[in-house]
């Protein structure tokens, strides 16, 4: 098992920023990457960006230019620093230990909400 604790979470006025992070610990060996995903209401939950073990990255095109993916390796932690926020990145913000596509362990979520 891998556990996943977010912190970071809040509300902000468009255009500013917030720095997302999230602790992994238990079963770390077995992560070959960490994510963030978010989900606005009505809506299905989303990639916004990944980082492997060895550094790349992918990030959703709604977000590429204002927000970046980090990890801190002897800390075990994942951030997401978010820049230049829009009211529509509003939505809980998730943190994913990817073991495999197909499988990984999800954080609780964090709420993100950016007011116009």
């Known amino acids: 098992q891998v556990q996943l604790v977010e912190s970071g979470g809040g509300l902000v006025q468009a255009g500013g920023s917030l720095r997302l992070s999230c602790a992994a610990s238990g079963r770390i060996f077995s992560i070959n990457a960490m994510g963030w995903y978010r989900q606005a209401p009505g809506k299905q939950r989303e990639l916004v960006a990944t980082i492997t073990n060895g550094g790349s990255t992918n990030y959703a095109d709604s977000v590429k230019g204002r927000f970046t993916i980090s990890r801190a390796n002897a800390e075990n932690t994942v951030y997401l620093q978010m820049n230049s926020l829009k009211p529509d990145d509003t939505a809980v913000y998730y943190c994913?230990?990817?073991?495999?596509?197909?499988?990984?362990?999800w954080g609780q979520g964090t709420q993100v909400t950016v007011s116009s």
């Open positions: 994913k230990a990817i073991v495999t596509t197909a499988y990984g362990y």
